[in-house]
């Protein structure tokens, strides 16, 4: 069974709510979600996975916290064991023009310099009030369509995941 590791920062509740969505759609898909907040996980669960989604919510950016997680995972770019795995990023805010899409980009450069295989969300009529070709999204709270745009990207990396298992 292919693990989906599931690894967030949340402030004020949306991105741990769009959590619960990608969980869902890694469970959906089949997949062993391995969820953690960052503050509770470790280099070694990086190594562990087969796939991975990463979410933070939008402060101009990532969190520190995240950002700190991931500068101590250098030696993993070093070594390339992060390559070829599947993964995708998810992130919430207060405000649809408060720079959420900048922070997916953040989120998508980190699994770039680890060779990641990035798992976006395609086209869907949902994609016209929630979401982004980047990954899934919230804004001021979290609605279904926000739900199901978590659903699809925790189901597509897992699915994805299953896949590069074979």
Same mark, same amino acid.
């Given at each position: 069974m292919?693990?989906i590791?599931l690894?967030?920062d949340?402030? *004020?509740? =949306?991105t741990?709510?769009? &959590?619960?969505g990608?969980?869902q %759609?890694i469970?959906a898909? @089949?997949?062993?979600c391995?969820?953690?907040?960052?503050?509770?996980a470790?280099?070694?669960?990086?190594l562990?996975?087969?796939?991975?989604?990463?979410?933070?919510?939008?402060?101009?950016?990532i969190?520190?916290?995240?950002?700190d997680?991931f500068?101590h995972?250098?030696?993993?770019?070093?070594? *390339?064991? =992060?390559?070829?795995?599947p &993964?995708?990023?998810?992130?919430? %805010?207060y405000?649809r023009? @408060?720079?959420i899409e900048?922070?997916l980009?953040q989120?998508v450069?980190?699994?770039?310099?680890?060779?990641?295989?990035i798992?976006?969300l395609p086209?869907?009529?949902a994609?016209?009030e929630?979401?982004?070709y980047?990954?899934?999204?919230?804004?001021?709270?979290v609605t279904?369509l926000?739900m199901?745009q978590?659903r699809?990207?925790g189901?597509?990396?897992?699915?994805?995941?299953?896949?590069l298992?074979?």
């Amino acid at each position: 069974m292919a693990r989906i590791l599931l690894l967030y920062d949340s402030r *004020g509740g =949306l991105t741990e709510q769009l &959590a619960d969505g990608v969980e869902q %759609g890694i469970q959906a898909a @089949g997949a062993e979600c391995v969820r953690r907040r960052v503050e509770d996980a470790g280099v070694d669960d990086l190594l562990a996975a087969d796939g991975l989604v990463l979410g933070s919510p939008n402060w101009s950016g990532i969190t520190a916290k995240l950002k700190d997680f991931f500068d101590h995972s250098g030696d993993l770019w070093e070594t *390339g064991d =992060l390559g070829g795995i599947p &993964a995708g990023c998810f992130t919430s %805010g207060y405000s649809r023009s @408060g720079g959420i899409e900048a922070t997916l980009l953040q989120l998508v450069h980190l699994l770039f310099a680890h060779g990641m295989l990035i798992v976006g969300l395609p086209w869907s009529e949902a994609m016209r009030e929630s979401g982004s070709y980047y990954g899934a999204t919230a804004h001021g709270r979290v609605t279904e369509l926000d739900m199901e745009q978590a659903r699809a990207l925790g189901r597509r990396v897992a699915e994805y995941a299953i896949r590069l298992a074979l």
